[in-house]
């Protein structure tokens, strides 16, 4: 019984003792990881609970190799706090304790790649408690920007193997990044016999990674369009980034089906003595094709699909063949089409020259065959005075004489026309136009220039004689397209009368100039004597006025100083005038009916009536 009791109190006693180390042991608890970016700050949490102060607590910190060894970096207890030496730790750690919370939190500054470990926190306590946590800090490096860069040659569709396309390279990230090939928004799937990709990785001696990826595929027509780039995601603290390339394209060779040639120019319709410009495509591109254009007998070979053709006329109407031959497959194609040339053929007119006699009507006819429709006008002098084919004008006169130009024009083609002149000659009896003035007067000796313009077919002759029956040399005789223009030269000793004579086979007319000699003396106009006297006879009374009133005034002067008459300056003022002293000047005018009479003071008396 004693046994079974002291058994019985020995269990419980041990069961005591280990409730109690079970309830006072440390415990830790840390983070899976802890991310940050290279170059910045790493904080590593470590969370305890214990019932000792910190003065029974002993704080250590740790790491562990790439080889899996553990390194101490941080060690504290009651009486010390100190940094490991001599690890790549030592300058850039330091750990901060917060009893109320339970945190011990180790913080590194600059973390770089080498930093990418597993940190350890123990804890142990003076009741033997010991506990343990584990922490991995992984580093991140942003890449720089993506660069694509496409093949700058052309891609035959007809290749049997996929062709490179172009590549993509990211270089300085970490981890390592990753690059996806996309063809119009669309991801593309490598490995296969249409697409390969090769993606490669380097290791910079940075620790960063570096990635280029190449893509292989086999083009299609459709490709020729398409826009291809690269996507690279990242890793950062927390999750993932992106971002894209440039879009490029490729040139992508393919055999054309149909073969189109065309006028380019001139644009609507051509008209000869043009220049016409063919273009010739295949719908394919490549650049082994060559192509020529034939018309008739003639064979063109194209530079740059393009053919010209200079001052064209009707003979180059017709069909025009295009063909295309590939050089490497010898396949060929061919397209057409058809040219027409307009043409407008020189104006005819009948008759072209013309001598009618007044008084008759005048007939010309004027064409031009055109593959157009035409519209005709006769112009004379610039001023159109007919509409139509026939030029009609009745009871012709001298003035219907001269150039009539026959205009034909194409409305539909701008600047295609053809002109032809007329000349109509007009039969008749000399006509002299009468000038301005035929009475002329001239000093004697003097030189007058006569002229004599006359009118009349054929050309009349014309001779100057004067009233005595002397006939005076022409100075000049000039034909002229409205006539005949003559001149003499007169001297002038007396009165005479010259006379312009004209005559021809229809008839006859004569024009007499009446010229009056007059001597120098008075080759002035009367009126213009009698105007200039007038105004010579009014300066001298202004001037005998003027000369009046200045002698009155000293005569006055005088008078009053007592230097003429007797009298003295000292004498009465009010003395009553006489008659006899009074000096008087009668003045008349045109103008006025009285006389003004003008004292020796200059005052105006008015003259007693008669």
């Given amino acids: 019984m004693d046994a079974r009791h002291s058994a019985c109190l020995l269990a419980g006693l041990v069961f005591l003792l280990h409730g109690f180390a079970a309830w006072a042991a440390v415990e830790v608890s840390m983070e899976d990881r802890v991310e940050v970016l290279k170059g910045e700050t790493a904080q590593i949490t470590c969370m305890f609970t214990s019932d000792d102060g910190i003065g029974a607590l002993t704080i250590r910190w740790f790491y562990v190799s790439k080889t899996g060894e553990k390194h101490n970096i941080y060690y504290q207890d009651a009486t010390t706090q100190m940094v490991e030496r001599s690890t790549s730790f030592t300058d850039r750690i330091m750990v901060n304790v917060t009893m109320a919370t339970g945190e011990v939190v180790l913080t590194i500054t ?39 860069e496409g093949v700058q040659t052309g891609i035959y569709v007809s290749e049997a193997t996929p062709s490179k396309i172009g590549s993509c390279e990211v270089k300085n990230g970490f981890p390592k990044p990753n690059i996806t090939w996309y063809r119009n928004n669309a991801p593309i799937q490598g490995d296969s016999d249409e697409v390969k990709i090769m ?49 490029i394209n490729i040139t992508v060779y393919y055999p054309s089906t149909a073969v189109n040639v065309w006028v380019e120019s001139p644009k609507g319709k051509i008209k000869e003595g043009d220049s016409i410009m063919f273009h010739c495509y295949g719908n394919g591109n490549t650049p082994s094709s060559v192509y020529t254009i034939k018309h008739g007998e003639k064979e063109y070979t194209l530079e740059s699909n393009t053919l010209i053709l200079e001052n064209v006329t009707r003979l180059q109407n017709g069909y025009y063949e295009c063909i295309s ?30 001598e009618i006699a007044q008084g008759e009507e005048l007939t010309a006819t004027c064409n031009a065959l055109s593959s157009l429709q035409t519209h005709t006008a006769w112009f004379k002098n610039g001023r159109e005075v007919s509409v139509g084919h026939t030029l009609i004008v009745k009871d012709v006169t001298f003035d219907t004489a001269g150039a009539y130009t026959c205009v034909v024009t194409v409305p539909e083609i701008k600047g295609m026309e053809e002109m032809k002149t007329l000349r109509v000659t007009v039969k008749g009896a000399p006509q002299i136009m009468k ?8 000093s004697v000796a003097n030189t007058v220039e006569l002229t ?38 007169v001297e002038v000793t007396s ?7 004209a005559s021809n086979e229809y008839g ?9 000699a007059i001597q120098a003396a008075t080759a002035i106009p009367p009126k213009k004597i009698r105007k200039e006297s007038n105004g010579v ?13 200045i002698l009155g005034s000293v005569l006055y002067f005088l008078y009053k100083k007592g230097k003429i008459c007797g009298r003295s300056g000292k004498q009465d003022l009010t003395k009553e005038k006489s008659s006899k002293d009074n000096i008087v000047v009668e003045m008349k005018s045109d103008n006025t009916e009285d006389a003004v009479l003008l004292g020796v003071n200059g005052e105006k008396l008015l003259r007693s009536p008669q």
């Fill in 110 to 148: 600059d973390v770089q790649l080498k930093d990418q470990l597993e940190f350890i926190c123990l804890i142990k306590s003076l009741t033997d408690g010991v506990s343990e946590g584990r922490t991995k800090l992984l580093v991140f490096e942003r890449p720089d920007s993506p660069t694509i």
């Fill in 199 to 247: 993606p490669s990785t380097t290791m910079e001696s940075s620790g960063l990674f570096s990635v280029r990826s190449e893509l292989s595929l086999k083009v299609m027509k459709e490709d020729k369009d398409a826009q291809f780039y690269c996507k690279v995601t990242y890793l950062v603290p927390g999750g993932t980034r992106m971002t894209e390339t440039n879009r």
């Fill in 325 to 354: 031959i590939d050089m490497e497959t010898f396949d060929e194609l061919s397209g057409n089409t058809t040219v027409f040339v307009n043409y407008l053929e020189p104006a005819v007119v009948l008759p072209t020259n013309i």
């Fill in 435 to 442: 000038p301005e003035h035929t009475d002329l007067e001239e």
């Fill in 452 to 489: 004599c313009h006359v009118r009349g077919f054929p050309s009349p002759q014309i001779i100057w004689t004067t009233n005595d029956g002397k006939i005076l040399e022409t100075t000049s005789q000039n034909e002229m397209e409205d006539g005949v223009h003559s001149m003499v030269s």
């Fill in 495 to 501: 009165d005479l009368t010259a006379f312009c004579n």
């Fill in 508 to 516: 006859a007319d004569a024009l007499a100039f009446n010229i009056k």
């Fill in 537 to 549: 006879i009014i300066a001298v009374i202004i001037i005998c006025i003027l000369l009046l009133a």
